[in-house]
């Protein structure tokens, strides 16, 4: 099985006869996850290569459950005799632990309506991918940061080439199995810069894609990086006030990530949400409106099912600032007597507005504009957050001086009814795909 060919073959055989092996053993249901994931890395650094690494891991998850009694083991050892040890040590042990009436698989309904189309997810021709073109497009990225204007303070320029193909066979002994493979490519820039003070800003900037072809040139990220590393220069903590804020969509991502937890259904069944019981109320701008959108082809969070085999289906998260539905699997879903949905997120689709990003920065008129949120953190139970921030200031419509060390802070609950426009750019390189965000009236604790 030393073939990606080979391992394909293999990986229903190899799912299908742990199901059988589990049953065999004892246990009255049984999922069976089979993986294998190629990675290779290369990273340049300063004129040179700094590391070349490829890595290839297999394995299997294994869901056991008995009389009520749940356990989860996994590993690397695919060998059969291994496997029929494994499952009935594992069997054995289940079996001495407390009964859990909620743990099962999912109800066979909920796999039925998989959609019949392709999704995108695999590069054909990435077995095509040299390291020379690897090493190419990392160059390509030194190069283009090391072309700004004022580069001879640039201290050093980190570049770096990902690509990943991923495959799964999954079986659950109710009735589903299903297989995927899926690649991604990804490139990157990292540059540090010396300041006036002595202080050594750092800068980054990144692409990926589900096809190779479909990334940026390398020239392109690297001279963003050193672009905005640049733009650091002169950074100082600005003044403490109340104004509005204008954040980039690549750093408003980490606000909206900070809204996932609270909306799972662990997190709602153990009251650790401060969206527990908001449901059908508007939580927040009637400005946003959110789809999580599985079935977007070619997206990084597409899928045709779930971790736990449940069809993937659009449905909206939000919907003018109402709360329409959580993340929640089968197994809070029965501990809340509620549907599931899918325990996780795949891509989230944003209602867009019709300004860019220039646009929105000239209609706040003096404010500040965000490019990166640093530390902090957030309180799934109250909705308390508070960020370290960077940016610029916003003054007659236009990017003025660099601030950084400067913090805001609230609660959630909050915050996002202060948004005040979204823009038309959803950032192509995250599943959250967010847009740039307005906010009003946002306090700013500085100098």
Known sequence: MSNTKDTREDMPSIARSCIELSRKRGANAASADVYRVRKVEFQWRDGSPETVTESTTRGVQLELYVDERYARVSTSDLRPEALESLIGDTVEVARTLAQDPYRGLPDPALYEGQAKLDLGLEDPRYDELS????????????????GVKGSDVILSVTTGVEDTLSERFLVNSNGFSGGSRSTAFSVSAEVSVKDEDGRRPEEYSSAVSRRFAELPNGTLIGRDAGERAMARLGSRKGESAVMPMVVDNRSAGRMVGMLMSPLSGSSLQQKRSFLEGKLGEPVFSDRITIHDDPLLVGGLGSRL???EGIAARRRAIVDGGVLKSYYIDSYYGRKLGTAPTSGSASNLSWSSGERAPD???AAVGDGMFVTGFLGGN???LTGDFSLGVRGFRIRDGKLAEPVAEMNISGNHLEFWKKLAAVGND???YSPLRTPTLVFDGVTFAGA
Do not use: F, H, T, V
Request: aromatic share 8%; charged share 30%; glycine share 8%.
């Open 305 to 307: 099912w779930d971790s």
């Open 426 to 428: 959803p950032y192509a």
């Open 131 to 146: 390291m020379e073109r690897r090493r190419q497009l990392a160059e390509e990225a030194e190069a283009g940061a090391r």
């Open 378 to 380: 957030s309180n799934g």
């Open 359 to 361: 646009a929105l920065i």
